[in-house]
């Protein structure tokens, strides 16, 4: 037999050893690497060659093949026992660690400090790439990778040999050279503060100047989305991130840190140089105004007020409620409702106008004052809800 000849069967022979072991790999996973991703034969020839495994099994795939086709398996040798390992569960490893990486996540648990990276051995024992529409998350001993957990927690491959067999040792010793901000963390943080930011509020209390903007830890401690039929509202130490306060306040973390992690610097410090109008100072204006609006009176006549004329803004919030006479409102000798609201606009720390826009009530309001008795306003809310 000639060099060529000897060549093309030993070629054919090594294309053979390859579909054997791709067609015991398929059996034993049904070519399922991670949840929701599924591979072919060929697939799996090409990816498992592109690990550092292969340089080790090339010239010995029968053996493997073998090892792969039998139900219970019995290896001595550390080396072989990764070898096996990475041709069965390396592409599996090899994508959940990846997917986990590409998103690193911190710990949290008291046994380890604060922001630590996480153990490999948690990884392969809960982390599933298919949790929270994809983003990975955890699952209690039900991760991708749990068989390759009882390998390492049993002892019978280490992390340093996997790690090197299927090429991620440097990537992963270099994740747990870091410190960093725990997902979960992240994830809240970010979900509250674009809730609070798509209608952002402000001040109004006796510390504070009113409409100056609320503080990062105020927010953290104190805000809620599920108050306020889910338009967002504040309860003392009791925000949906008050665990994230507490760690900003022990030094833990920075509120620039957090605010880098998720994104949202930018969009805060913007925030932190506006002023506006505080939403409860919103709410209750355009409940009082809607409900005027819808049961419109007019002024009776008095020296300050021409008979059957718009009554004016500033004493609709001063001393309407909605509550009385028979819960069509009226106006009342003592406050209003929006008495606050009527206070704030009465020493210039806010402008009529500013308000009415602020609620998409100030087209109707301009329509309802060109009315008198005789040609009473009727409140559309459809029609100045698009106007607004």
């Given at each position: 037999m000639n060099a060529k000849a000897k060549?093309?069967?030993?070629?054919?022979?090594?294309?053979?050893?390859?579909?054997?072991?791709?067609?015991?790999?398929?059996?034993?996973?049904?070519?399922?690497?991670?949840?929701?991703?599924?591979?072919?034969?060929?697939e799996y020839i090409t990816r498992i060659q592109e690990l550092p495994v292969w340089d080790k099994v090339k010239d010995d795939l029968g053996f493997y093949t073998s090892l792969l086709s039998k139900t219970k398996v019995k290896i001595n040798k550390s080396e072989v026992k990764a070898n096996f390992a990475a041709l069965k569960f390396g592409l599996t490893i090899v994508d959940t660690i990846n997917h986990f990486l590409s998103d690193p996540d911190y710990s949290v648990a008291e046994n380890r400090p604060f922001g630590s990276p996480r153990p490999l051995n948690r990884i392969l024992e809960s982390y599933r790439t298919d949790l929270n529409n994809g983003s990975g998350g955890y699952e209690l001993r039900r991760g991708n990778a749990i068989k390759v957990f009882y390998l390492l927690n049993n002892g019978i491959i280490t992390e340093q040999d996997l790690l090197d067999v299927v090429g991620l040792r440097e990537r992963w010793e270099a994740y747990q050279k870091t410190t960093g901000i725990p997902r979960e963390y992240r994830e809240l943080a970010k979900k509250i503060l674009n809730h609070f930011l798509n209608d952002p509020d402000y001040y109004?209390?006796?510390?504070?100047?009113?409409?100056?903007?609320?503080?990062?830890?105020?927010?953290?401690?104190?805000?809620?989305?599920?108050?306020?039929?889910?338009?967002?509202?504040?309860?003392?130490n009791k925000g949906e991130c008050q665990r994230i306060y507490g760690a900003i306040k022990q030094g833990l973390i920075t509120e620039e840190e957090l605010l880098d992690s998720i994104g949202l610097r930018e969009q805060w410090e913007a925030y932190q140089k506006t002023t506006g109008i505080p939403r409860e100072?919103?709410?209750?204006?355009?409940?009082?105004?809607?409900?005027?609006?819808?049961?419109?009176?007019?002024?009776?006549?008095?020296?300050?007020?021409?008979?059957?004329?718009?009554?004016?803004?500033?004493?609709?919030?001063?001393?309407?409620?909605?509550?009385?006479?028979?819960?069509?409102?009226?106006?009342?000798?003592?406050?209003?409702e929006a008495h606050k609201v009527y206070d704030a606009i009465k020493r210039g720390l806010l402008k009529a106008d500013d308000l009415l826009k602020s609620i998409g009530l100030y087209e109707a309001w301009q329509d309802y004052r060109k009315t008198t008795t005789g040609n009473p306003f009727v409140f559309d809310p459809k029609k100045y809800q698009k106007a607004a």
């Open positions: 060549t093309l069967e030993e070629e054919l022979s090594r294309q053979s050893d390859m579909i054997d072991l791709a067609d015991a790999w398929m059996e034993k996973t049904q070519g399922v690497i991670v949840p929701g991703v599924v591979i072919d034969r060929e109004h209390d006796k510390l504070h100047s009113l409409g100056t903007p609320k503080t990062l830890k105020n927010i953290l401690d104190s805000y809620r989305t599920d108050l306020e039929n889910g338009e967002g509202g504040y309860q003392n100072y919103r709410r209750k204006a355009k409940k009082v105004l809607e409900h005027f609006l819808s049961n419109v009176s007019y002024c009776t006549g008095d020296r300050w007020n021409k008979q059957d004329s718009p009554r004016k803004l500033k004493s609709v919030l001063e001393k309407y409620r909605t509550h009385i006479n028979n819960v069509r409102g009226s106006f009342h000798n003592s406050k209003g």
